[in-house]
């Protein structure tokens, strides 16, 4: 594997910039996690050889739920989004699944001009997206719309939801979802068993435009209970229990 020769050139917190050039993009990689040991370890491997070849100044934070509260994808994402910025001046995020392996790397992982949904075309999927206003696995945001939209809403907790919420805020902010082909903007999904689904998930989504303003970035309430510069990442251990 040639890819395995340019770990040397990362610095600690699985953080690089290009050897030769100034980067034009400062890309902070939001990965959601908690128990998925395998896809990470996979996830990086496979990630950092095609950052590193799209010539970025990046980062990748995994962001880890403590205790066994149901999951929330979204305000992992959050307070990702907001610890990375403690770390580096990025000026976009891109929202990662940690299950997802890009396939083509004309998939570039640039800081969008529009919200970018990345992961168009996913195997499991039969490589069609599944509806329009997907926003779901893979996708960029720059800080300014990022904190236009005050961030993910907080409140969904278990599968589903978060992600056509965050649509809901763009679209309400006139922000359009900006998509690569789906030729190119295609990836893989690990195998994994599904989650449970949040039954409030559509009565949260149907009334999620009472919040925009209220819940998000503006509401966000964690505790950060590690920051680690590991090898190939920066761990941060979030725990949301009061
Ligand atoms: N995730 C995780 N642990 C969990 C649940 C979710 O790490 O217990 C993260 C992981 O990054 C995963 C993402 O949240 O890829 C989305 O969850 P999942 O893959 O279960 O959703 P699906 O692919 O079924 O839509
Ligand atoms: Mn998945």
Request: glycine share 6%; with cysteine.
């Given at each position: 594997?040639?890819?395995?020769?340019?770990?040397?050139?990362?610095?600690?917190?699985?953080?690089?910039?290009?050897?030769?050039?100034?980067?034009?993009h400062r890309v902070?990689?939001?990965?959601?996690?908690?128990?998925?040991?395998?896809?990470?370890?996979?996830?990086?491997?496979?990630?950092?050889?095609?950052?590193?070849?799209?010539?970025?100044d990046?980062?990748?934070?995994?962001?880890?739920?403590?205790?066994?509260?149901?999951?929330?994808?979204?305000?992992?994402?959050?307070?990702?989004?907001?610890?990375?910025?403690?770390?580096?001046?990025f000026q976009?995020?891109?929202?990662?699944?940690?299950?997802?392996?890009?396939?083509?790397?004309?998939?570039?992982?640039?800081?969008?001009?529009?919200?970018?949904?990345?992961?168009?075309?996913?195997?499991?999927?039969?490589?069609?997206?599944?509806?329009?206003?997907?926003?779901?696995?893979?996708?960029?945001?720059?800080?300014?719309?990022?904190?236009?939209?005050?961030?993910?809403?907080?409140?969904?907790?278990?599968?589903?939801?978060?992600?056509?919420?965050?649509?809901?805020?763009?679209?309400?902010?006139?922000?359009?979802?900006?998509?690569?082909?789906?030729?190119?903007?295609?990836?893989?999904?690990?195998?994994?068993?599904?989650?449970?689904?949040?039954?409030?998930?559509?009565?949260?989504?149907?009334?999620?435009?009472?919040?925009?303003?209220?819940?998000?970035?503006?509401?966000?309430?964690?505790?950060?209970?590690?920051?680690?510069?590991?090898?190939?990442?920066?761990?941060?251990?979030?725990?949301?229990?009061?």
């Amino acid at each position: 594997m040639e890819a395995i020769a340019d770990f040397k050139r990362l610095q600690p917190g699985g953080r690089y910039q290009p050897a030769n050039c100034v980067a034009r993009h400062r890309v902070a990689i939001i990965v959601p996690y908690r128990d998925r040991e395998e896809h990470l370890r996979m996830f990086l491997y496979h990630m950092h050889p095609v950052l590193q070849r799209q010539q970025l100044d990046y980062g990748i934070f995994v962001v880890e739920q403590a205790g066994s509260d149901a999951f929330n994808r979204a305000s992992l994402l959050n307070a990702g989004a907001m610890e990375s910025l403690k770390q580096h001046d990025f000026q976009c995020f891109v929202f990662h699944d940690v299950d997802l392996l890009m396939e083509d790397d004309r998939n570039l992982y640039t800081c969008p001009q529009q919200p970018r949904h990345m992961s168009v075309a996913v195997d499991s999927m039969h490589y069609k997206l599944a509806y329009p206003q997907l926003f779901g696995g893979v996708s960029a945001v720059n800080r300014e719309q990022f904190e236009l939209v005050n961030g993910f809403s907080n409140q969904y907790w278990g599968w589903g939801g978060e992600d056509d919420d965050m649509y809901n805020r763009l679209t309400f902010h006139h922000l359009y979802i900006a998509r690569y082909p789906a030729n190119i903007a295609r990836y893989k999904m690990v195998k994994h068993k599904h989650a449970k689904v949040n039954p409030k998930r559509f009565d949260l989504l149907r009334k999620g435009k009472k919040r925009f303003t209220t819940d998000g970035l503006s509401s966000l309430e964690y505790q950060v209970k590690d920051v680690s510069l590991e090898k190939l990442y920066t761990r941060v251990l979030i725990d949301f229990s009061r």
